[in-house]
């Protein structure tokens, strides 16, 4: 008897249930939140084989949201995302590593202003649930650290103390949920 292979599946990431969040050090005392409202993106995955999988995903520069608005105004800007000539930030996977039960690493590359690099996400996967319409769904938590420096994203300002007023580091932590695509919708997106 030949072994059944499942096929790829393909997911649609969820908005209104994933959550793209940043943190960072501010005037190198405390830490400031944001996030972003507009991400869209596709998951494949691969049941027989889970380093098969793949990842990509878009997200709306001018949907950052750091709870003040003359922050996000300036955050918009050519001094950090010049969100109008760059209007979006990207990842595409490059492969899944250390895959080990629920827990891996997602290798890819993050292009923010055009400059690309690659990026390493710690994810782990919390499972699969129907939802109450007979949609499939899965949910995702991944983290991982970039140096805002490496993307072009160079503004500060010198602290008459010392230090900087943002911080290089920023921290990124996603809360994914993605709906099962049914291989009819698949097909034509």
Known sequence: MAAVVSAPTTWAIDAAHTSVEFSVRHLMITTVKGRFAGVKGVVITNDDDPAKGEVEVVIDAATIDTREPQRDAHLRSADFFDAETFPTLRFKSRRLTDVAGNRFKLV?????????????????????????WGGQRAGFEATTKIKRSDFGLTWNQLLETGGVAVGDEIKIVIDAQVVRQEAARAESA
């Open 108 to 132: 890819g590359d993050l292009t923010i202003r055009d400059v690309t690099r690659e990026v390493v996400l710690d994810v782990t996967a919390h499972g699969r649930a129907q939802d109450p």
